[in-house]
């Protein structure tokens, strides 16, 4: 099957040369880390996680972001989506293998991963963090695998098969409420402090998720003679819309509750996010990109004319998710951690090692991405030619 993924035109080879030359500066620089430690990046005592674990986050919501297209096709039988649930469960096989790689480069040295096998501790979050990224990640190769098997063979999905796409669907919400007990179990942050963590987690990751998803399928569609159907991207278009809206709506209620109730510690995260604090303010700039994103990609989405062009659509869709990227994958990690306990802001900037290094797990990512779905895209269109 994999044998299908070493043909193309050369548009498709200069893609996959352009991810490995990243992914090898990248190499190279986790080498560089491996041999001088984690101080060649911007992280130190009060910022103790950085542009890693930032990505780390992100990238857990763009992996639980298949369900919403496993959930319409099993549970409810919507047929349209028949032809994406392959897609969806290759874009989560590619964000959980980035999640694990941004685990690896942030511990430092990669043999500290062994502790948590060879010590394990179940009343850590971490250690459950583990297990159901391990596990979705497993389901996920299982499902679309076996799935693009079967539509290779022109045969229905197998039933054995079905048990692990069920399992798939809470399976998929644990990982990112796991993620987001990270934060909000830690008291002495309290920007994180907030029981609608976990909620405003979800509700990104099924904004953020699809709306890569439908990007990489609009792609697709281009180079490509696979079809994904207009009113299949129409619903999950609208499933976009509805969970950002939801998303906004949650971190609307974060804002009106820290500065309602004004107690300090609530309102200073926020301060330096959007308006500065103390004179310090280098992610204002970030916020203030990530909002006009956020409210034109909803407005986009919420015209039908305006979603129906597929340019539109896929600029909507953009906006959404790099409105979510800097939210999550910007400003919640490092917003966090400022003030640190000594109410002094320490500010974070990434160094050009960690920027290196990131943007080369982001490659394999795409990489990986690519490979899946030339296999699916040539799967499809040997389907459509008998």
Known sequence: MIEKALKGEPRYYMWLVFLLGIIGVGMGCWFYQLHEGLGITGMGRDISWGVYIA???YLVGVAASAVMIVIPLYLHDYKKYGKLVVFGEFLAIAAVTMCMLFIVVDVGQPQRMLNVLLHPTPNSILFYDMIVLCG????NVIVGYNCL???AAHRPHP???KPFIYLSIPWAVSIHTVTAFLYAGLPGRHLWLTAVMAPRFLASAFASGPALLVIVLLIISRVSKFDPGRDAL??????????MIINLFLVGMEIFTAFYSNIPGHMHPLQYLFVGLHGHGKLVAWMWTAAPFAFVGVILLLIPAARRHHGILAFACASIFLACWIDKGVGLVIGGFIPNPFHRVIEYSATFPEISITLAIWAIGALILTV??????T???EQ???
């Not at 979705?136 to 389901?139: A, E, K, S, T």
């Not at 899946?372 to 895209?377: C, G, Q, Y």
């Open 234 to 243: 129409q619903t999950v278009a609208k499933t976009i819309c509805y969970a």
């Open 372 to 377: 899946l779905h030339k296999v699916a895209i």
């Open 55 to 57: 990505q780390f986050t």
């Open 384 to 386: 459509a030619s008998t």
């Open 136 to 139: 979705y990640l497993v389901i």
């Open 379 to 381: 799967v499809r269109e």
């Open 149 to 151: 098997l079967a539509d």
């Open 159 to 161: 039933g054995w098969v």
